[in-house]
Structures are given as C-alpha cells and as structure tokens.
C-alpha cells in the first residue's frame, strides 16, 4: 500500500475512533481510554526492544512519575495540561541521568537495572507523605474532568506516538538504531554513535511513557505507588507488542484492545490474571507468530511501517 493511501486509512480511522464519545457510551469509553494508554506505551516499549536492543523492566518508573507528577505540580499551582508537559519534562531529565549507568550495561542486566530503578523510586513514593506515601492520594482535578476528554487526549497520544515512531524510523537515528539492534559492534565500527542513539531514544521513551501515566492518573483519580510503580505495567506492554504483532503500528492498538478485554474478563479472579495473561501470550505466539495484526497484515500483503527484527526462532 503506497504512503498516501495508508494516510487516508489513518485518518479515516482516527476520525472513527474521535467520534466514539458521540455514539459510544460511558463504559466503551473507559475501556478505549485504558486501551490507547497500554498502547501508547507498548509502542513505545516494543520500539526500545526491537530496534535499540533496549529490554527495559522499569518503563512503570515513567508511567509513576507521570501520574504523581500531576499532583506534585498541581499543588504548585500548574495546571493540568503544563504540568503533563513538566512531568514528560522530569522523566525526560531523570531518564538522561539513569542512561550513563544503565546503558553500560546489555540484556538481563540492563532489564534488571530498570527495575531496580523503578522499586527505587516505588519505595521512595510510598514513604513520601506529601503525595500520600503508602495509602494512596487522590488526584481531585481528575474528578471533575469529562471522560471523553481524557478519552481524546488519549488518543492524542497514541497518534502522536505512532507518527513519531513511523518518522523515527525512518530517518538517519532509525536506520541508526537497526543497525544497533542487528549487530551493535558492527554498528559502532560503522560509525554509529551507539551510546548517543541509545540515549536519544530512552529518553524520547521516558517523556511519552510519562504522558501515559498522566492521563492514567485523570482515569483512575486515585493513586498509590504499589499500583503506579508496578511490574503489571511492563507485563502489560508486552502482551500488547507481541500479541498485537510486533514491528506493526496498528498492532499497538489491537494488542491493546485484547489485553483490556482480558483484563475485564479476568477482574474477578485475583492472582490468576497474570497467569491467564502469560498463557494468552504464548498461545498467540506459537498459533499466530506475526502477531493478531502481523497475521491480518500478511494475508493482506501490507507492508509493515515498521519492520520487527523480533521472530519466534530468537527467543
């Protein structure tokens, strides 16, 4: 499908999707908010993993810095809209300073440094009695803020993600980044600023990961870092990448609409959510390898925007 046709389909779909407050009702709408949320983020992770060798364990670092951030700026004063920028802003800057120790490090170490970065900042918050410490606080402005607002602005973000990301990838850092994640010495021998790109993109992740987490925190009102600080949110963004279908733009999105629904089916039953999840994903993996969207896409003979150097054979 040529660039132009796939910008129609775009905006076809995006001007569907704007116009579900007008038709939808309110519990269509709540699923569709957390949707675009996960799926903002796990294009964001998906493209940290494929293309930068990234495996990052800590993304819900961002996801808390943004919800809390609202709170934190809010008491300053700062309205709502700045202080998501000023939150994106922290976790952009905070992002910069973990990157010289934790991108010296590769593979499970650097998975395990994320995390460990993020139960830092988790046991941080929760004895931290400005912003509630371990009981939680609520967020109050989110209470009086229609949903459909958060609805679109949710939407915004997955727009914007998946435009940055298919221009990203395109451009001299992206063809930078592959080679990273094809060879990353032979990368460097090519004169490839590994370290530099590596960073330009964990930062980039930072700031919009961050975002997610403040429009969360408009969603649920009520925070409390043993929920924002969670592992369930890296979990989350992985189910969506590889279910949704890897490499695939639109596979954000379905990724995400799938694991929302499992989420709802499973809301009843503590503790086995995760267990259905990981058994969800690896049923998908072995049944459809491209993914939901990589399966339609390839039957369909659309070229992906974003080719995955992610197969089943790797792992």
């Given amino acids: 499908m040529r660039v132009g046709g796939r910008a129609l389909y775009a905006a076809a779909l995006l001007v569907l999707a704007a116009s579900v407050p007008a038709w939808g009702g309110s519990l269509l709408e709540e699923f569709l908010i957390l949707a675009l949320i996960y799926g903002s983020a796990a294009l964001l992770w998906g493209f940290l993993a494929e293309h930068a060798g990234l495996v990052s364990l800590g993304q819900q670092l961002f996801v808390g810095l943004g919800a809390y951030g609202l709170v934190i700026f809010g008491r300053m004063g700062i309205p709502i809209v700045p202080a998501m920028l000023a939150s994106a802003a922290l976790s952009s800057a905070l992002a910069f300073a973990l990157a010289f120790p934790l991108l010296r490090l590769r593979g499970a170490y650097f998975a395990f440094g994320t995390w460990i970065a993020a139960q830092i900042f988790q046991l941080a918050f929760e004895n931290w009695s400005y912003v509630g410490a371990g009981e939680g606080i609520t967020y109050r ?28 990838y395109r451009s001299k850092l992206g063809l930078g980044l592959r080679a990273i994640g094809a060879d990353e010495v032979v990368a460097a021998e090519s004169g490839v600023s590994v370290f530099r790109s590596k ?32 592992l369930s949110w890296v979990i989350g963004m992985i189910f969506v990448a590889l279910v949704g279908g890897a490499g695939r733009i639109m596979g954000a999105p379905i990724g995400a ?6 989420l709802y089916s499973t809301s009843g039953y503590a503790g086995w959510s995760l267990l259905v999840e990981g058994l969800a994903t690896i049923a998908v993996w072995f049944l459809l390898p491209r993914g939901i969207w990589g399966e339609i896409a390839s039957r369909l003979k659309l070229e992906a925007p974003v080719r995955s150097r992610i197969r089943p054979e790797r792992w």
């Avoid at 930062?203 to 870092?225: C, D, K």
């Avoid at 609409?257 to 499992?262: E, G, M, S, Y």
């Fill in 141 to 168: 402005p989110a209470l009086a803020i229609p949903g459909h607002d958060v609805y679109l602005g949710s939407l915004a973000l997955l727009a914007t993600s998946s435009l940055i990301i298919y221009y990203l």
């Fill in 257 to 262: 609409i799938a694991f929302v629904a499992l």
């Fill in 199 to 230: 960073v330009y993109v964990f930062v980039l992740s930072a700031a919009l990961t961050s975002i997610s987490g403040s429009l969360y925190a408009l969603y649920a009102a009520y925070l409390i870092p043993t929920s924002m600080f969670n």
